[in-house]
């Protein structure tokens, strides 16, 4: 048991979980006291000592089921199978190609037997394994309880692993075989997690739409962090450290006694910030998670006033600032409630109409932020305006979402936006997104 | 912490223990007891706000027949409000009336050096335990019948005073710079909550076993009001349990907790209602609700979420 517990445990670290040496040691600790013969006590016993968050703990969960659960059931199942007397074997031929008639399940069990056994012993594991994976497929996968849902990314279901050790292939005899499926599928679900851990640096165009509530997540707790970084140096800075000079000149009226001490303030304020951000087709994969991350840091971190262009360009704070994010980012990537027309993109023209309605809301202490791939689709850039802008604000970041080899190709005018910028920058990850935030 | 407490001899008997006394717990928390009970090891017990993770230290003290001590955390908060204090008062008092004493032995000496050398051979005694205010961690260390130490709130407090904390979580010691190193005689039961709106360190979370106690499923919070709330109709916790649950699901800002649902089911029997109906419910929303906007949006969906709680009710009978 102790080797199994090692395992689980590497399967945990395989997944992201730093699981510490002592923690270990706990965990074993623990399992001695409440031993093994109750599962949720068992379970209950690792959580307690192997996870240190909500999110380990969810982890942690979900590795047991796919480690122990199936564990659990071959005990049942392998004691049913020798409950069993399958004599289909032995009174069938050994010939391979003869065999593929009669009930199914017979014809897999004579082509595991036969596989196993003769033709294809020689074959790695994993070779085997596709092996067979296509022979299902070729006899017919409707009418097999095996593949009834094809495992994505090799982790396969409770279903699979059920149905394929109750074949005699993974019957007790081929203990190897079984300890194998049952590692490399823990291994899987461990890969995934690690995935999901490795998501900051996953490009954000790879996001499948069903993950988008999981970025989003993700997005709220890398703002709540750095909202609390933020939170903490404003703390320490009204704190502040003893100023001798200004006490002294305080207390000159109390005598000299030092009854009114003084602090050297370092004032940090929130970030006066605007945001132009493109939501044409091309940029709106982003978009999302860009102002879902803006949406989070305006509570501590800045003062944000958001607007958004395709070629007109308009305000959408107070949806940002009144609805819950997920619906604030469909209002607005669907433009409802805005009046805009949603060609093809104009940087020109939306810079022009943002200097004609707004260009008094930007001043000397204003950080402008562009998120967009810079592609004008031909039309006048306005670089003029773009100049006006600059020196106007403080300082301009522009965040492109593309590819830096790419920035010269095609109708990108981002070389010639690139003068007047303060930072350009490639903002594909969360990372990317954490990393701005830092240097606001 | 005594490891041959007859009361904590199983999880069974630890998760009848304090549902006798009033805390109705899942057994994912009764095994993290138990374990921190025999491992003698701190429990940071983390959830959303009224869940009873404070309720649940207080519980244990009961339960375990020990003294509870609470130290409620803030920001600011050092070494001299949670660790201890030099009794100022006390020393400058004893200097006073001790004076004459300490002039004979000082004039005892030949010479300034030599009236100085005698003073250093005493010059403890003034920074002595007799001379030390012991506050909540040191209490906890030095009670001779063991204690439950609750550190309720840790993430208020500061990232120096979790540092401090450190050697207190692993070896139950603290270090005074004038007296020594105090270590426990009984190790104190610890419990540090947290409400998670700031990451701990990790060298704090690692000395400690881990506890997330959720919103409960509708069975639970069914039996925690029966238990908190005795002679209110059976139909009735039914009733409300759903209609909470229900709100639960809603987009707002804070989701109604345990304590709250206490709070409503007492409301209940003082107005000696025996069924839920829309219009009592709207007038007692401010009960389990804590901001305008949440009242206003859920007055908004009133109908669809009762219809939603009776239809679970229905079915879960």
Not at chain 1, 292 to 304: D, M, P, R, T
Not at chain 2, 72 to 85: I, N, W
Request: some cysteine; proline content about 3%; charged content about 25%.
């Amino acid at each position: 048991m102790d080797l199994i517990l090692e395992r689980f445990v590497t399967a945990l670290r395989q997944a992201g979980l730093m699981v510490s040496t002592s923690e270990v040691i706990d965990a074993f600790a623990a399992i001695n006291l409440v031993g093994y013969a109750n599962q949720n006590y068992f379970q209950n016993a690792l959580v307690a000592t192997l996870a240190k968050s909500y999110e380990d703990k969810k982890i942690v969960i979900l590795i047991f089921k796919q480690f122990f659960s199936a564990r659990l059931r071959l005990n049942a199942i392998n004691t049913r199978l020798h409950k069993q007397q399958l004599s289909v074997y032995s009174q069938k031929s050994s010939s391979f190609n003869s065999n593929l008639h009669g009930s199914q399940v017979e014809q897999l069990s004579l082509i595991f037997k036969h596989g196993l056994n003769e033709k294809y012993n020689g074959l790695p594991f994993h070779a085997k394994q596709e092996l067979y994976f296509s022979l299902f497929n070729s006899i017919g996968e409707s009418s097999l309880p095996l593949y009834s849902t094809r495992p994505r990314k090799g982790v396969m279901t409770e279903q699979n692993i059920d149905a394929l050790l109750s074949t005699n292939f993974y019957n007790s005899q081929n203990r190897a075989s079984r300890e194998c499926l049952l590692q490399r599928n823990s291994h899987s679900v461990a890969k995934e997690l690690k995935l999901n851990h490795n998501i900051v640096n996953v490009s954000l165009d790879q996001i499948d739409e069903m993950n988008y509530p999981k970025m989003l997540d993700i997005i709220e707790k890398m703002t709540k962090r750095i909202n609390d970084i933020h939170s903490r140096r404003k703390r320490k800075a009204r704190k502040g450290f003893f100023d001798s000079k200004k006490t002294i000149r305080k207390c000159a009226t109390f005598q000299g006694f030092l009854f009114w001490p003084q602090w050297k303030l370092k004032k940090i304020n929130r970030a006066n910030i605007i945001v132009l951000c493109d939501i044409s087709h091309s940029v709106s994969w982003i978009a999302r998670f860009f102002i879902a991350f803006l949406h989070g840091l305006s509570h501590e971190v800045a003062n944000i006033r958001t607007f958004v262009f395709c070629s007109d360009i308009t305000e959408v704070t107070k949806i940002l600032n009144s609805y819950p994010v997920q619906q604030a980012i469909t209002a607005t990537l669907n433009s409802l409630g805005i009046n805009m027309f949603l060609p093809h993109t104009d940087y020109g023209a939306a810079l022009s109409d943002f200097k004609k309605k707004w260009f008094s809301a930007v001043s000397r202490k204003t950080t402008v932020i562009i998120l967009g791939d810079a592609r004008n689709n031909y039309f006048d850039p306005r670089i003029d305006t773009f100049r006006e802008l600059s020196e106007r604000c403080k300082r301009i970041i522009w965040l492109n979402p593309e590819a830096k080899h790419l920035w010269t190709l095609g109708d990108s005018e981002i070389k010639r936006y690139a003068p007047f910028c303060s930072v350009v920058q490639e903002c594909k990850t969360l990372n990317h997104l954490k990393m701005f935030a830092g240097s606001i | 912490m005594h490891s041959d407490n007859l009361k904590v001899n199983s999880i069974i008997t630890m998760q009848s223990g304090l549902r006798d006394e009033g805390y109705v717990c899942s057994q994912m928390i009764a095994t993290t007891l138990y374990l921190a009970y025999h491992l003698e090891k701190p429990i940071l017990v983390e959830g959303p706000a009224g869940v009873g993770k404070t309720e649940l230290a207080k519980t244990v003290s009961i339960f375990l027949n020990t003294p509870l001590i609470r130290l409620q955390c803030y920001e600011g908060l050092d070494e001299s409000k949670a660790l201890y204090e030099w009794k100022y008062g006390k020393q400058l008092l004893y200097t006073q009336l001790l004076k004459d004493k300490l002039d004979q032995f000082v004039e005892k000496g030949v010479g300034l050096v030599d009236s100085i050398e005698r003073l250093h051979n005493y010059d403890d005694i003034f920074f002595s335990a007799a001379f030390l205010e012991p506050r909540p961690l040191l209490k906890a260390l030095q009670s001779k019948e063991g204690a439950v130490l609750l550190i309720d709130e840790i993430d208020k407090a500061d990232q120096e005073f979790e540092a401090f904390l450190l050697e207190v979580l692993s070896d139950f010691q603290v270090s005074i710079p004038e007296i020594g190193t105090i270590k426990s005689q009984i190790k104190p039961f610890v419990f540090l909550t947290s409400n998670n709106t700031r990451q701990l360190s990790e060298a704090l979370k690692r000395r400690c076993l881990y506890l997330y106690i959720p919103f409960p499923d509708a069975a639970l919070e069914c039996q925690i009001v029966r238990n908190r709330v005795p002679n209110i109709p059976e139909q009735l916790i039914s009733q409300l349990v759903n209609f909470i649950q229900e709100i639960r699901k809603l987009d707002i800002k804070k989701r109604p907790s345990i304590s709250e649902t206490i709070d409503w089911a007492r409301t209940l029997i003082l107005v000696h209602a025996e069924v839920l109906d829309c219009e009592f419910v709207r007038s007692t929303l401010h009960i389990i609700l804590k901001h305008e906007d949440d009242i206003r949006a859920v007055n908004e969906q009133l109908n669809m979420v009762f219809d939603s709680s009776f239809r679970a009710a229905a079915n879960s009978d």
